[in-house]
T-cell receptor, first 113, second 114 residues
């Protein structure tokens, strides 16, 4: 039961570098989400998608981009990394029925120095 | 708009103590309510859910009852263990009003000491 898989688990970037955080799910869920969690804080929604080819901004989209070319994959792109983007990033997915829970990956711990 | 307000932490309890973590919500419609648990270094895991008023969700000895009259979904456990040490998040989903998003509380950190 793979569920939601995120790679890499850890990464250190230098200021100004770019990278893509990968997220894939094998549950055939239409809805997928990216959150960031700063130390000791709750979750903030970055972007979400309700299906292939459809993405929408969440609460904190600046500095990030996403794409959804397939149902399974929802990569998050950081362009020009900044120290303020140091965080733990979680990907989640859920079935489109209204009362279904979100399923989370184990997260990517990203430090920008 | 919809929102979730969760009890401030951190909470420290002795093993076998009774646990209550308060969660209240504001919703325009009829939301589904969830409790998630996050163990150190891991992602969030669904602990339990309730989809309509008076429903009781339960799992691993934890319980929460969807109280529409008090707009609450408090998490309880009769006897906590050291292994219950984690951060607990209350969340709601109310598609007619929140779209496809979930609204999460800020999390309550629980530490259980032997």
């Amino acid at each position: 039961n793979a569920g939601v898989t995120q790679t890499p688990k850890f990464r250190i970037l230098k200021i100004g570098q770019s990278m893509t955080l990968q997220c894939t799910q094998d549950m055939n869920h239409n809805y997928m989400y990216w959150y960031r969690q700063d130390p000791g804080m709750g979750l903030k929604l970055i972007y979400y998608s309700v299906g292939a080819g459809i993405t929408d901004k969440g609460e904190v989209p600046n500095g990030y981009n996403v794409s959804r070319s397939t149902t399974e994959d929802f990569p998050l792109r950081l362009e020009l990394a900044a120290p303020s983007q140091t965080s733990v990033y979680f990907c989640a997915s859920r079935d489109s029925h209204s009362n279904q829970p979100q399923h989370f990956g184990d997260g990517t711990r990203l430090s920008i120095l | 708009g919809d929102s979730v307000t969760q009890m401030e932490g951190p909470v420290t309890l002795s093993e076998e103590a009774f646990l209550t973590i308060n969660c209240t919500y504001t919703a325009t419609g009829y939301p589904s309510l969830f409790w998630y648990v996050q163990y150190p270094g891991e992602g969030l895991q669904l602990l339990l859910k309730a989809t309509k008023a008076d429903d009781k969700g339960s799992n691993k000895g934890f319980e929460a009852t969807y109280r529409k009259e008090t707009t609450s979904f408090h998490l309880e456990k009769g006897s906590v263990q050291v292994s219950d040490s984690a951060v607990y998040f209350c969340a709601l989903s109310d598609p007619p009003n929140t779209g496809n998003q979930f609204y999460f509380g800020t999390g309550t950190s629980l530490t259980v000491i032997p």
